[in-house]
Structure formats: structure tokens, C-alpha cells
């Protein structure tokens, strides 16, 4: 079973910053488009952000481009999302996603990590 | 940026009952790129349904998807047990790839 394994929970402060990582199988990689979404306490599912390694190139919500940045690291099959400026309203699971075939280069997602809890606390 | 908006907010049903969950988009999703996914309280969310109407893998026959332009629907034919859960639209035809609402299943 395809598993995508998210780095350990986060307790920041207010203004501060968080990078999650997210080890993904190394086959096909680069080929796969990758999400990262999050889900605050009693509410829906929001995507942050994706990435399709072979491109490089980030898509982001423009509802956090100037706070989020998702990088890929093709040598250790990993994603990350740094998240800047946080906020209380930022606590929340984050998680990273792939989609179901590689090479389609869509953004729904199949496979899920196991979520990463971020606390935004003073 | 397209709006999903996911009708009921909770639908309450019994084991054996046939469960419709419905799905409108603000504009027209190209080639069908609507997403299901089932999320049970403390878990990830699980593809259930992608272009519209193909079931992902393990998926039961019993969940269906149909639709398209900005309407689309999730069906469960004869519910079970474990499909009480929380359901969501995903719409992947133009960024940002938002999510519905949700509908919530609840046994009555």
C-alpha cells in the first residue's frame, strides 16, 4: 500500500513559521502532482497548494500565495510546505496528497499522508 | 475562482436506503473534473469518485457519480454502516482546486 509519511506535530507561536515535510515513494515522482490541504477543527477540506516535481513550478491558492511555498526535493522523494506569518486561524491538520497515476498531472488526490497537526498558540 | 456548494448540509438516512448528495459549481467544470471523497471523524479524507462518474480503486459498486457542466451527484445505492460519514466534492479543472462544504450522512 502506496503511503505518503508526514513529518510530527507543531506548536508555534503567532508570527512565526512551519515546514512540514512529506517522503513520498520514489517511483515515478517526479510525474505525480502533489497537494497539500488542510482541515481546521469542524471544518472542510482547503487546498494550500501543489507541485508536479518534473516542472518545479508551485500552483498555490491565491488565498495563501504570499504566506505558503512548496518545494520538491527529487533526490530524497520528499515535498515540503513552509507556511509564514502564522496565525491562531492557521491551526489546523495539514496534509500531502497525490494524485492517482502519474504523468495526468491533476489535483485530486488518491493517496493521503497521515496529516500533521499544527497548533498556532502564544 | 469556482464555488462548490454541496447540497444537504446533513442528510439522515437508514442502513439499506438509497443516499443522493448533490454538487453545483458557480462555473462550468471542464472535462468533468470533479472529485468525491469520503471522510470518517479522525481520518483522512478517501477518493471515492474522480472524472465525475469513475470509481477509484476498492471503491464498492455501490457508490456511483454522475454529472456534468456545474451539476454534479454522488450516489450510494443501498447504504452500509460504515458509509456514515462526511462527503466532499473537489473540483480539479481550474486553480485554485477548491473543495465543497461537505454533507454530513447521519443515521436516523
Known amino acids: 500500500q502506496v503511503q505518503l509519511v508526514q513529518s510530527g506535530p507543531e506548536v508555534k507561536n503567532p508570527g512565526s513559521s512551519v515546514k512540514v515535510s512529506c517522503k513520498a515513494p520514489g517511483d515515478s515522482f517526479r510525474f505525480y502532482a502533489f497537494s497539500w490541504v488542510r482541515q481546521a477543527p469542524g471544518q472542510g477540506p482547503e487546498w494550500l497548494g501543489g507541485?508536479?516535481?518534473?516542472?518545479?513550478?508551485?500552483d498555490y491558492s491565491k488565498k495563501f500565495q504570499d504566506r505558503v511555498t512548496i518545494t520538491a526535493d527529487e533526490s530524497t522523494t520528499t515535498v515540503y510546505m513552509i507556511l509564514t506569518n502564522l496565525k491562531s486561524e492557521d491551526t489546523a491538520f495539514y496534509y500531502c496528497?497525490?494524485?492517482?497515476?502519474?504523468?495526468?498531472?491533476?489535483?485530486?488526490?488518491?493517496?493521503w499522508g497521515q496529516g500533521t497537526p499544527v497548533i498556532v498558540s502564544s | 475562482e469556482t464555488v462548490l456548494t454541496q447540497s444537504p448540509d446533513t442528510l439522515s438516512l437508514s442502513p439499506g436506503e438509497r443516499a443522493t448528495f448533490s454538487c453545483r459549481a458557480s462555473q462550468r467544470i471542464s472535462s468533468a473534473y470533479i472529485a468525491w471523497y469520503q471522510q470518517r471523524v479522525g481520518q483522512a479524507p478517501r477518493l471515492l469518485i474522480y472524472g465525475a462518474s469513475n470509481r477509484a480503486t476498492a471503491v464498492p459498486d455501490r457508490f456511483s457519480g454522475s454529472g456534468s457542466g456545474t451539476d454534479f451527484t454522488l450516489t450510494i445505492s443501498r447504504l452500509e454502516p460504515e458509509d456514515f460519514a462526511t462527503y466532499y466534492c473537489?473540483?480539479?479543472?481550474?486553480?485554485?482546486?477548491?473543495f465543497g462544504q461537505g454533507t454530513k450522512l447521519e443515521i436516523k
Open positions: 507541485i508536479i516535481p518534473v516542472f518545479g513550478t508551485a
Open positions: 496528497a497525490r494524485e492517482r497515476l502519474p504523468g495526468n498531472h491533476l489535483y485530486y488526490m488518491d493517496v
Open positions: 473537489q473540483q480539479y479543472g481550474v486553480s485554485p482546486y477548491n
